[in-house]
């Protein structure tokens, strides 16, 4: 082959390289467009609730002296706003637990470690109810180890106490969860939970007697309350500084099976703000004042004293001496 063909041969090389280049490259650029019109077309994937437990219960609030609507509500959050919420929230199953083999001799130690050596009485299939020689009275469910007492002796407490100093809101704290460790009562979901102290007396310094109440710690980072937002489901009234000196206890708490749950739609934050100054929310809190102010609005799961098989979350409308609950599933009955 001569040199000049070649050169004719590489010129041609060069210009077929050349042409496949900008046929690949047309190519791929079409591709592109039109994979990214087909994509476009595509209808987005709605994500859809599970919804595993069908149909939730209606959450059964206590009885109100007034609705939700008796007020006038002035929106005054940190930003003006309510706050942006998820479509969908989890809720949990919590079992009914069932009486074990041990379940009496359980009831019948922590009756006598807590001063009730009388008895058991049957009261039903699931309750024993135990006494002492002053009266008193302690009822434990033999199923979920929840249980109440009433000392006779709380009008002597109390009497005896009339000079004790209960404005030490964390001392009266520390005793109760110190009282209840000493008999096994204190779990980790409520040691490290948060406290609340309410005295019988509006003066703290000149008050005899208060209640303290205890929450379990935030569960799947939401905030548990209860109907009665400032009342825990384990409380003791306090009428002396000594430790063992709780004329009444309610000890109610609840087991989430926290590997059993299912998402369910939630209301946003203005359907349900909505239904709070339509009725249809539940007051907790009453305020003397007829208008309120909601500082603080947000997600929180609630537990009731009375067993629910299911944890389910609610609208917390918080504002000065006033907080409303509306229930934020869309599913539950009403």
Do not use: C, H
């Not at 008895?119 to 006494?131: D, H, L, Q």
């Not at 009266?135 to 249980?147: K, S, W, Y």
């Amino acid at each position: 082959m001569t040199l000049t063909q070649t050169a004719i041969l590489t010129k041609r090389t060069i210009v077929i390289i050349i042409i496949l280049m900008i046929v690949t490259i047309s190519g791929s650029i079409g591709y592109s467009i039109w994979n990214q019109y087909r994509i476009s077309q595509i209808p987005p994937v709605v994500e859809k609730p599970e919804m595993k437990f069908g149909i939730l219960p209606p959450i059964n609030f206590p009885a109100s002296k007034v609705t939700s609507s008796n007020y006038g509500y002035s929106l005054d959050t940190v930003t003006g706003n309510l706050p942006e919420t998820p479509k969908f929230l989890k809720v949990y199953f919590i079992p009914q637990s069932s009486v074990t083999l041990l379940a009496p001799e359980k009831s019948i130690a922590l009756a006598k470690n807590l001063g009730f050596p009388e008895g058991p009485e049957s009261v039903s299939a699931n309750i024993y109810k135990f006494t002492n020689d002053l009266g008193g009275e302690m009822t434990i469910d033999l199923a979920t180890g929840n249980f109440t007492f009433s000392a006779s002796n709380a009008e002597k407490i109390a009497t005896n106490s009339a000079q004790a100093n209960l404005s030490d809101k964390d001392k009266m704290v520390t005793d109760f969860k110190n009282y209840l460790a000493l008999n096994n009562l204190l779990i980790d979901n409520l040691k490290n939970g948060k406290s609340n102290v309410q005295y019988n007396n509006d003066n703290a310094k000149d008050s005899t007697s208060a209640q303290v109440y205890l929450f379990p710690i935030n569960f799947d980072n939401l905030p548990i309350v209860t109907p009665l937002f400032n009342q825990g489901l384990v409380k003791a009234a306090v009428n002396g500084p000594e430790i063992n000196q709780y004329p009444r206890l309610n000890y109610t708490y609840w087991t989430i099976d926290q590997t059993t749950s299912s998402t369910y739609p939630l209301k946003t934050a203005q359907e349900a703000f909505d239904e709070l100054k339509s009725g249809s929310g539940f007051v907790s809190i009453e305020s003397s004042q007829s208008k309120v102010s909601i500082t603080s609005v947000y997600l929180a799961y609630l537990e009731t004293e009375e067993y629910t098989p299911y944890l389910q979350p609610v609208f917390v409308f918080e504002g000065p001496d006033f907080v409303g609950l509306v229930p934020a599933i869309i599913s539950t009955q009403n």
